[in-house]
């Protein structure tokens, strides 16, 4: 159960609006100590995959060195799962992060464990290029970005860049996309910094990450955003008729979301319908082709509506118990 509602609170945190971790599903100062107790290394491990996953995400250096330590005490608990080659990963990705500022000693050391990092993602990537060689070369990119050896930058960014969007790894598409945007401006490019920063927006923006693009407006707006244009929406409905907006066409997309969601849910008055009628804006919306509902109860989690895209598909209002249930992977 733990391991369903760390999914669910990184997940709900990158969607919200807010550019802070919060506790709705998973508080860290409680839930830690009684997993400590419990001895289950696993949640540890996944926890503090999926934590440093954030923290690289929201580029937040300063808890990079901390994150890295943590994963690295508790990440033999998820040997045999994917989250063990995340952690990898991510480790090596933090540590590209925090290489800058370390004395030589420190520097010569985070290289080593990232060749070693990186022997053991390569034999990976051999037997399933589809969820590791996109990481491999990305890290790469990331390494001879520090070791300035920048010849060889532009090559694997633009590989992993590819491989990541043709596997449909959407959340990694999007990190490379910014990366090699910041590296870009870096270097001065700024048209290329432009394209690469306004491609990692839409591919955020797919994924569903609405905190990390409100950070990207802000720290790239200039790069990321075309002269603004104001639109006006009219003729939607009675909460929406003659609504002005300022911004761009990538901010209509939450609008007439808004205003789809209003017209719906302003005709339902019986709850089955209603609940089928957010799953199915939900999927539109995310362009899912699966999705549940799940309510907190305070004490254990339900789920109210799950299925396949199509009101037909969906059903709903069976309070299936979340911790029992099938449709969701623990």
Not at 45 to 54: E, N, R
């Amino acid at each position: 159960m733990q391991r369903t509602l760390i999914g669910l609170q990184i997940s709900y945190d990158l969607s919200n609006k807010n550019l802070e971790i919060t506790k709705l599903y998973f508080d860290e100062k409680k839930a830690i100590p009684s997993l400590l107790k419990e001895r289950d290394f696993v949640s540890l491990g996944i926890f503090y995959t999926m934590k440093i996953f954030y923290i690289y995400v929201f580029n937040d250096k300063n808890k990079m060195e901390n994150a890295i330590n943590k994963l690295l005490e508790y990440q033999n608990g998820i040997k045999g799962y994917y989250f063990y080659a995340l952690a990898n990963f991510y480790i090596s990705l933090c540590s590209i992060e925090i290489y800058k500022n370390k004395g030589k000693k420190e520097k010569k050391n985070i290289l080593k464990m990232i060749d070693k990092n990186q022997k053991q993602m390569k034999i990976w990537a051999k037997y399933c290029p589809e969820n590791f060689q996109h990481k491999y070369d990305f890290v790469e990119a990331e390494k001879f970005r520090i070791i300035e050896k920048k010849d060889f930058v532009k090559n694997y960014y633009d590989k992993a860049i590819k491989n990541a969007n043709k596997n449909q790894m959407l959340s990694e598409e999007a990190i490379f996309w910014e990366k090699a945007g910041t590296f870009y401006l870096e270097e001065k490019n700024t048209i290329l910094a432009k394209t690469y920063f306004q491609n990692a927006y839409k591919v955020y923006k797919k994924w569903g990450a609405f905190a990390k693009l409100k950070q990207l407006e802000k720290k790239y707006q200039n790069f990321i955003f075309e002269k603004q244009d104001i639109e006006t929406i009219s003729s939607t409905n009675k909460y929406a008729s003659n609504s002005t907006m300022i911004g761009t066409s990538a901010s209509l997309f939450d609008m007439e979301s808004i205003v789809k969601a209003n017209q719906s849910l302003s005709g339902e008055v019986k709850l089955e319908k209603l609940l089928k009628s957010i799953l199915m804006i939900i999927m539109e919306n995310a362009g899912a082709d699966y999705a549940v509902i799940v309510k907190n109860n305070d004490e254990n989690f339900t789920i109210e509506a799950k299925g396949k895209y199509g009101f037909e598909n969906i059903k709903v209002l069976q309070s299936e118990n979340l911790e029992n249930s099938k449709s969701v992977i623990m």
